[in-house]
């Protein structure tokens, strides 16, 4: 599953591809927001962290993973 969250004053959003549910993902980032200054720690697919401060988060976004094609195919 992917997970985009915004981060204020950066221009770029964070991108993490992960291996939990997107409730699990849901459950992690609401816990680590009800807890107040803090911050929110997601592991992707390989095992690398992430870690974002909670008063910087903007938005975050959580969506099945973007299956790339690889490849040509011929439109009709």
Not at 51 to 69: G, S
């Amino acid at each position: 599953m992917e997970v985009k969250i915004g981060v204020q004053h950066s221009p770029r959003e964070l991108t993490v591809d992960s291996p939990e549910s997107p409730d699990e993902v849901q459950a992690a980032i609401t816990e680590a927001i009800d807890r107040g200054r803090g911050v929110l720690t997601l592991v992707d697919e390989r095992g690398r962290r992430v870690v974002i401060p909670v008063e910087r988060i903007a938005y975050v976004e959580i969506a099945e993973a973007d299956h790339r094609r690889v490849g040509f195919s011929a439109q009709v």
